[in-house]
């Protein structure tokens, strides 16, 4: 890296980046671009020796994470409520 | 609320065999499995679709079926695990690991234009597009 000499020593925070991408691919993207945004400017401030912006970075990921996974939980029940409606309609029809 | 090294492990052995136990012993081709509501609403594949059906071949030792049926997750999936085993330690035992391909800028764009591209080529329904479909 061209810019290590400044990098603080220890680990960079918690960038979520596994959640931005299971996000990406299963989920919704949307939410996942911003969170892998987010994910790149922890590193780029950490490495300018910003230890504070590059915490505020990863705690934006991770509401940003959370909002994902609230958000796949309301797309998941989507087709949950639907089936479940037309199964339960179709019992009545059978039942009529 | 604090839990236990212990029990944090214990939950999360709980879930990963209910996890391979469901994938295991059911086919997510015709079964109680959820869909993919974005296939579900949309009739398009997403780049996940497939992928559990893909885990289902892949718990029972078919690399090729499952590769059929999503190789971008196939292709990935030791990065998941990796990246999702380390923040699970990280969780269970307090520790601060990072994975740092996770942190480099390459990686991170190339797999992100990588899934957007994966997503737009299997909905082409033409030859050889059609192939990254998850039909089996």
Known sequence: ?96 | MQLKTFHKIGLITVLLLSFVFVYYFFNPASNFFIPCPFHYLTGFYCPGCGSQRAIHLLLHGDVFGAFRFNPLMVLTLPILIYGLGLTLANWIFGTQKRFMLFYSKLFIFGYFGLAILFWILRNLPFYPFNLLAPTA
């Open chain 1, 1 to 96: 890296m061209e810019f290590s000499r400044i990098e603080p020593s220890g680990n960079p925070p918690e960038n979520y980046l596994i959640f931005a991408i299971l996000m990406t691919i299963f989920c919704c993207w949307p939410v996942g671009i911003f969170a892998i945004l987010k994910a790149t400017k922890v590193r780029e401030l950490w490495a300018m020796g910003d230890e504070v912006g590059a915490q505020k970075a990863a705690d934006d990921a991770k509401k940003l994470t959370i909002w994902g996974a609230v958000a796949a939980f309301v797309l998941i029940i989507i087709p949950v409520i639907i089936l479940f409606s037309m199964g339960i309609f179709a019992t009545l029809m059978d039942a009529a």
